[in-house]
């Protein structure tokens, strides 16, 4: 069974400064799916990245990239230049994409404030 | 923006009460799910439903737990005899469909059940 293992529990940092949030996973497949998923307060989880295990590319989306080490299984969320509006619950997910119901499987949270 | 939308946003019930969840997924959306989070662990994946089955379930669905879509738009989650170790915060999601190739899930904003 696959594992996804968030071992901060919380972040804080000042506007515009930049963060790294860790997740680390664990599983024998070769082929699956990495995410990073925001859920601000009273609010929805959103999809904020994704990433493809056969891609050696980091994926990038804005502000927002990851550092992807599939030996180490490993997989980090940099944001750049925070804005207040990242305050939020991160959680890092991993789905394997051929199983039919395609469910995630969801680390801890790290709760992350931005501080003007 | 279509979004899944969730009722109620809490709900407290006595232990041993039947409790009903209620999700209104994304309209053209076919694959639905619902995960749950115990306070201060991790989100977890309870099921999934597609062409008015369950399609997966873990092992945290015994028969306490059932899912319907009792009309064209609703997908509920019903507890029959609650336990206070039922009290999390429910969270559905769909996707336009699953198996093969990736779709996103999008997710509501969750229930939260306390039971006493």
């Known amino acids: 069974a696959q594992t996804v293992t968030q071992s901060q529990p919380e972040m804080s940092v000042q506007e515009a400064e930049t963060v790294t949030l860790s997740c680390t996973y664990d599983?024998?497949?070769?082929?699956?799916?990495l995410f990073w998923y925001k859920q601000p307060p009273s609010r929805q989880m959103i999809l904020v990245i994704r990433?493809?295990?056969?891609?050696?590319q980091n994926a990038t989306e804005n502000r927002f990239s990851v550092n992807f080490q599939k030996a180490a299984k490993s997989f980090s969320l940099k944001i750049s230049d925070s804005q207040l509006g990242d305050t939020a619950m991160y959680f890092c997910?991993?789905?394997?994409?051929?199983?039919?119901?395609?469910?995630?499987?969801f680390g801890q949270g790290t709760r992350l404030t931005i501080n003007p | 923006e279509p979004e899944v939308t969730q009722t109620p946003s809490h709900q407290v019930t006595q232990m041993g009460q039947e409790v009903i969840l209620r999700c209104v997924p994304i309209?053209?959306?076919?694959?639905f799910y619902w995960y749950r989070q115990i306070l201060g662990q991790k989100v977890e994946f309870l099921v999934s439903?597609?062409?008015?089955?369950?399609?997966?379930k873990s092992e945290i669905f015994d028969d306490q737990f059932s899912v319907e879509r009792p009309d064209g738009s609703n997908f509920t989650l019903k507890i029959r005899s609650t336990k206070l170790e039922d009290s999390a915060m429910y969270f559905c999601?769909?996707?336009?469909?699953?198996?093969?190739?990736?779709?996103?899930?999008?997710f509501g904003p969750g229930t939260r059940l306390t039971v006493l």
């Open positions: 439903f597609y062409n008015n089955e369950i399609s997966e």
């Open positions: 309209s053209n959306h076919l694959y």
């Open positions: 997910a991993f789905m394997k994409p051929d199983s039919g119901a395609q469910k995630l499987v």
């Open positions: 599983t024998s497949e070769n082929n699956y799916y």
């Open positions: 990433q493809e295990a056969y891609k050696q």
């Open positions: 999601a769909s996707t336009v469909l699953a198996g093969g190739a990736y779709n996103e899930q999008f």
